[in-house]
T-cell receptor, first 122, second 109 residues
Framework: EVRLLESGGGLVQPGGSLRLSCAAS????????MDWVRQAPGKGLEWVSSISGPGGTTYYADSVKGRFTISRDNSKNTLFLQMNSLRAEDTAVYYCATPKGGAPSERWLKYWGQGTQIVVSS | EIVLTQSPGTLSLSPGQRATLSCRAS???????LAWYQQKAGQAPKIIIFGASARATGIPERFSGSGSGTDFTLTISRLEPDDFAVYHC??????????FGQGTRLEIK
């Protein structure tokens, strides 16, 4: 059974930092790209960042570029999101998710974690 | 960036009725790259349709997806109480960024 378990969320002041983790199990982690997707209160889903299976290729939404860093430790089956210079508009539930596969037509998100809440407020 | 616009924002229907949800793309989209997700309150999204019309594993036949070009539709043929949720469409034609619609809330009338 595939499981994705996020942790690291919480309350942080504007300008602060947080590091999210996503522990994966039930599949061959290093074979799959991973994504972070967030959802602000009462809003839709927003893709945040992606990383390739080996970890050498990363992508970011313009809204977080230069402030967030995605990484992974394939030896520990864990995905990370380092978030710096946090703003009120980063307040959201953050989900880690994995696409069905590596082909472009498989880029839909098959598995999701339960999410971790980030609140950026003074 | 491909922008997806979902309509209506909220749809109020009764169990047993047919639901039709729309997702319009800002530019033409290969139908292989359109998905729909169901999200219940306090839960993560769940894939229901990918490739515009393929049901994900375990999804009942009352859910169907259709469309091409810029207009896509999710239809639920006969609503059951468990179907009332928020539905999101997603495009992955441009894998970076993948984008989502703003969601349609399907509520019990």
């Amino acid at each position: 059974e595939v499981r994705l378990l996020e942790s690291g969320g919480g309350l942080v002041q504007p300008g602060g930092s947080l590091r999210l983790s996503c522990a994966a199990s039930g599949f061959t982690f290093y074979n799959y790209a991973m994504d972070w997707v967030r959802q602000a209160p009462g809003k839709g889903l927003e893709w945040v960042s992606s990383i390739s299976g080996p970890g050498g290729t990363t992508y970011y939404a313009d809204s977080v570029k230069g402030r967030f860093t995605i990484s992974r430790d394939n030896s520990k089956n864990t995905l990370f999101l380092q978030m710096n210079s946090l703003r009120a508009e980063d307040t959201a539930v953050y989900y880690c998710a994995t696409p069905k596969g590596g082909a472009p037509s498989e880029r839909w998100l098959k598995y999701w974690g339960q999410g971790t809440q980030i609140v950026v407020s003074s | 960036e491909i922008v997806l616009t979902q309509s209506p924002g909220t749809l109020s229907l009764s169990p047993g009725q047919r639901a039709t949800l729309s997702c319009r793309a800002s530019q033409s989209l290969d139908s292989r790259y359109l998905a729909w997700y169901q999200q219940k309150a306090g839960q993560a999204p769940k894939i229901i349709i990918f490739g515009a019309s393929a049901r994900a594993t375990g999804i009942p036949e009352r859910f169907s997806g259709s469309g091409s070009g810029t207009d896509f539709t999710l239809t639920i043929s006969r609503l059951e109480p468990d179907d009332f949720a928020v539905y999101h469409c997603q495009q992955y034609a441009t894998s970076v960024p993948i984008t989502f619609g703003q969601g349609t809330r399907l509520e019990i009338k």
